[in-house]
């Protein structure tokens, strides 16, 4: 069983910055370093969408286009912690963010892939 707390989220104007952070703890197969990680936020009334995932080295990244050059996921594997850097955020960002984890997702960018699951956190941007 893998736990996931996400935190970090918050009301922000326009063109402003946040960082999320996913904290994971818990019995775990391999390690917190064994699991691919990624981010989803979630819309009032629409599914889940992919942003940003990362692997278990975190060497490597992806990201959805509608996000690239603005977002930045991250890991730090002895902290058992995953983040997301957002930057020159937009009204339509608004969502709640949730952090997935997954030890070998056949397909990253979509979220039935994914067996684990935190909690949310909100990020409001302001027009």
């Known amino acids: 069983q893998v736990n996931l707390v996400e935190s970090g989220g918050g009301l922000v104007q326009a063109g402003g910055s946040l960082r999320l952070s996913c904290a994971a703890s818990?019995?775990?197969?391999?390690?917190?370093?064994?699991?691919?990680m990624a981010w989803f936020p979630q819309a009032p009334g629409k599914e889940r969408d992919f942003v940003a995932g990362?692997?278990?080295?975190?060497?490597?990244?992806q990201y959805a286009d509608a996000v690239k050059g603005r977002f930045t996921i991250s890991r730090d594997n002895a902290k058992n912690t995953v983040y997301l850097g957002m930057n020159r955020l937009k009204p339509e960002d608004t969502a709640v963010y949730y952090c997935?984890?997954?030890?070998?997702?056949?397909?990253?960018?979509?979220?039935?892939?994914?067996?684990?699951w935190g909690q949310g956190t909100q990020v409001t941007v302001s027009s």
């Open positions: 997935a984890a997954e030890y070998s997702p056949v397909n990253p960018g979509q979220w039935y892939e994914y067996d684990y």
């Open positions: 818990g019995r775990t197969f391999s390690g917190y370093s064994g699991y691919v």
């Open positions: 990362i692997s278990r080295s975190g060497e490597s990244t």
